[in-house]
C-alpha cells in the first residue's frame, strides 16, 4: 500500500519545488536541471505538477519537471510518459537539442513502444525547426531530410507520415535552393563548369522542385559559355517541353536564337573531331537583362533576391 503524504507535508513538498520554478520569468526562466533539489515525491505529485506547468505554458520549467519524475521513478509507467512529454515540452519552448536528445533516449529504452512513432516525429520536427536559409550551411537540412525519411520507412503507416512526406518535400526543395545559390554565385563570376555541376545537381537530384525551370534556363547559359551548344540546346529543349509558358523558357529560347548553331557534319573515316576551346566560347553574362524574371525569386540582374550570388557559399 503506497503511503500518502499528510495534507500539510505534501504541501510543503510542493512549495519547495514550486518556489525556484514559479521566480523565473519568460520562456524558460534560466531554470537549469541543477536548480530542482532532490526531494522525494510521489510520482503523482511530481507528474501534475509538471503537467500544470506545461499547461500554464511554462515549458522549460514542465520538461525538467519531467526530468526529474524520470530521475525519482525510473521503473515506473510514468517515467516512459514522462520521456516523451519531456521532449515535448523542450520543443515547445524551442530547445530543439534537449528535446531532441529526450526523444533519442525513449527510442532508444523503448524501440518497440507504441509511441515510438512520436519520438522519431519529435526528433524529425526538432531538426526540421533548426533549418537556415539557403546562404548558410545545410547540415541541419540534411538531418531533418534524414530524420523524416527514418520516420516514413519505419512507420509509412502512421498518422505522422503524411506530415513526415510533405515536409520531406519542402526539404528538398531547400536544398535544391542551396544548390542554385551557390550554382548563381560561380557563375557571376565566369566559372562555368562549376556553375554546371551545380545547376546538373539540381535536374538530375531534385527534378520534383520549384527550382527546375531556372536550372534548365541556367544550363542553357552555362553550356554556351563553355562552347558546347549542342550541350544548350538539350537543356533548351527540356526546358520547353515541360515548361513552355514559362519566363525561364522566353528567356532559353531567346539565347538560342542569338547564338544558333547547326549539328556538327558526321566526321569521314579515321577523321579524329575538333575539340571546341573555352576561346572559342561565346560567355553569356549572367547579368544580362531578362535573365531571371522577378516573379520567380530573382531580381533583372540574375541574381537571387534570397540567396545572395554575392556571397559566398558554405
Known amino acids: 500500500m503506497r503511503m500518502i503524504p499528510s495534507r500539510p507535508l505534501a504541501l510543503a513538498l510542493i512549495a519547495a519545488l514550486a518556489i525556484p520554478v514559479a521566480g523565473c520569468a519568460g520562456r ?28 500554464q505554458g511554462q515549458y522549460k520549467q514542465a520538461a525538467i519537471l519531467f526530468d526529474e519524475v524520470e530521475r525519482q521513478h525510473p521503473y ?113 563570376r565566369g566559372q562555368w563548369l562549376a556553375a554546371t555541376l551545380r545547376f546538373r545537381t539540381v535536374v538530375d537530384q531534385y527534378q520534383t522542385t520549384t527550382h527546375i525551370p531556372e536550372a534548365l534556363m541556367r544550363l542553357t547559359e552555362t553550356y554556351l559559355a563553355l562552347g558546347v551548344p549542342e550541350e544548350a540546346q538539350k537543356a533548351a529543349a527540356v526546358l520547353g517541353a515541360n515548361y513552355p509558358g514559362t519566363d525561364w523558357y522566353k528567356h532559353a529560347y531567346k539565347l538560342m536564337e542569338d547564338h544558333p548553331w547547326k549539328p556538327a557534319a558526321p566526321l569521314a573515316a579515321g577523321e579524329l573531331p575538333m575539340p571546341v576551346g573555352l576561346k572559342d566560347a561565346q560567355p553569356i553574362a549572367p547579368g544580362t537583362p531578362g535573365v531571371a524574371p522577378k516573379d520567380q525569386g530573382s531580381d533583372s540582374t540574375g541574381t537571387s533576391n534570397t540567396g545572395g550570388a554575392g556571397s559566398k557559399p558554405k
Open 28 to 55: 524558460g526562466g534560466g531554470l537549469k536541471k541543477g536548480d530542482v533539489p532532490y526531494i522525494a515525491r510521489d510520482v503523482g505529485t511530481l507528474y501534475s505538477l509538471a503537467k500544470r506547468r506545461l499547461d
Open 76 to 188: 515506473s509507467i510514468w517515467a516512459r510518459r514522462s520521456q516523451l512529454m519531456s521532449a515535448f515540452s523542450y520543443y515547445m519552448d524551442q530547445s530543439y537539442t534537449e528535446s531532441i536528445q529526450s526523444a533519442q533516449r525513449f527510442i532508444s529504452v523503448h524501440p518497440g513502444n507504441r509511441d515510438a512513432p512520436y519520438a522519431y516525429y519529435l526528433v524529425a520536427l526538432g531538426y526540421y525547426e533548426q533549418i537556415a536559409d539557403v546562404t548558410r550551411d545545410q547540415k541541419i537540412t540534411t538531418q531533418a531530410m534524414d530524420a523524416l525519411g527514418e520516420l516514413v520507412r519505419r512507420y509509412p503507416n502512421s498518422k505522422y507520415a503524411s506530415d513526415a512526406r510533405l515536409k520531406m518535400d519542402l526539404v528538398r526543395d531547400h536544398l535544391a535552393g542551396k544548390e542554385m545559390e551557390i550554382g548563381r554565385f560561380y557563375e557571376t
